[in-house]
Nanobody, 127 residues
């Protein structure tokens, strides 16, 4: 059974950068969509960025131009480079996976279309 494990969360000042990593362990489907999601206290979980096996990406408007999602198939790893962090980026960040293309659903960033989740890594941005 596949598992996802996130790392890289930290406390950082506004304007700083972080790189999150998600490693997949276990069975790997040939076609998949992987993504980063976040949830702040008292708020719903929201999609941040997704990427599929051919490298097509989708970003939330709030992170476009600041965050970059990427993957390394050899390492079974998913990354999220976060630059120019703002206070509103503070949240628990999760990686998730679904076994079909990101574009197979109307809203690729919708969390409830993903069924395999990691435990999360905390990102805290301070002024």
């Amino acid at each position: 059974q596949e598992q996802l494990a996130e790392s890289g969360g930290d406390s950082v000042q506004a304007g700083g950068s972080l790189r999150l990593t998600c490693v997949t362990v276990g069975y790997i489907h040939r076609a998949f969509c992987m993504g980063w999601f976040r949830q702040a206290p008292g708020k719903e979980r929201e999609g941040v960025a997704v990427i599929d096996t051919v490298g097509e990406t989708t970003y939330a408007d709030s992170v476009k131009g600041r965050f970059t999602i990427s993957q390394d198939f050899g390492k079974n790893a998913l990354y999220l480079q976060m630059n120019n962090l703002v206070l509103e980026d503070s949240a628990m960040y999760y990686c998730a996976r679904r076994s079909d293309r990101c574009g197979s659903v109307a809203d690729p960033l919708r969390p409830n279309t993903f069924y395999t989740w990691g435990q999360g890594t905390q990102v805290t941005v301070s002024s």
